[in-house]
Each structure stands twice: as structure tokens, then as C-alpha cells.
């Protein structure tokens, strides 16, 4: 029912910084888990950050940990990721999705492109 919009993809050399954001639309995601994922060109989608309602309640996948932050603006209905110290091998589309607690992460964006050259 919670529609998802990224959007702050770019391209940037490496160690340099975006920050991505996952806003929703036709109903708050407030009650929901919201986490970012990444698909690499011929990978398989990978797990990157989640943020709980609590917001000490996080979690990262472990190549991004001290580089990537995640974070939620609740008044605005928005998720963000700030990325850091950025590598080649963060390029990828991310994906933001959401959940209720207990339940699978069945809403999802339409992705946003970032490319991290060298």
C-alpha cells in the first residue's frame, strides 16, 4: 500500500560522498522497517542498511559499516542513506523497500543508478 520513490543517485569519483533518499507516498511508512539493497551489473541483489521505528535500531551490511549511515526523517516520510568513502565496488542500483514488523520487505522503489569511477 506504501509507495516508494529513491532518488540522489549520481556519479562520483572514489572516496567521495551521496546521499541517497527513499521518500514515500499513499500512506506513511512510519509503523514500517525500511532498508536499502544494491544490485551490482550480473550480481545478485545484496542487503546494504535497515533502520527499525526505534530509531538506535540498525543494521549494515559489513563492507559499508563506518561508511555508509542510515537514517529517517519521520515528518517527512523519508529514509536516507549517506554514503561515504565511496569504492568502485559500491557502484550499483540501489533499492530502498519496506516492511511492517514481523512481515517481508514487499514494498519497493524503482531503484536509483550510482557509479563510483576511479
Known amino acids: 500500500q506504501v509507495h516508494l520513490v529513491e532518488s540522489g543517485g549520481g556519479v562520483v569519483q572514489a572516496g567521495g560522498s551521496l546521499r541517497l533518499s527513499c521518500a514515500a507516498s499513499?500512506?506513511?511508512?512510519?509503523?514500517?522497517?525500511v532498508a536499502w539493497f544494491r544490485q551490482a551489473p550480473g550480481k545478485e541483489r545484496e542487503f546494504v542498511a535497515s533502520?527499525?521505528?526505534?530509531?538506535?535500531?540498525?543494521a549494515y551490511l559489513g563492507s559499508v559499516k563506518g561508511r555508509f549511515t542510515i537514517s529517517r526523517d519521520s515528518a517527512a516520510d523519508t529514509v536516507y542513506l549517506q554514503m561515504n568513502s565511496l569504492k568502485v565496488e559500491d557502484t550499483a542500483v540501489y533499492y530502498c523497500?519496506?516492511?511492517?514488523?514481523?512481515?517481508?520487505?514487499?514494498?519497493w522503489g524503482q531503484g536509483t543508478q550510482v557509479t563510483v569511477s576511479s
Open positions: 523497500a519496506a516492511r511492517t514488523p514481523g512481515g517481508n520487505y514487499a514494498n
Open positions: 499513499g500512506r506513511t511508512f512510519s509503523s514500517y522497517a
Open positions: 533502520i527499525y521505528r526505534n530509531v538506535g535500531e540498525t
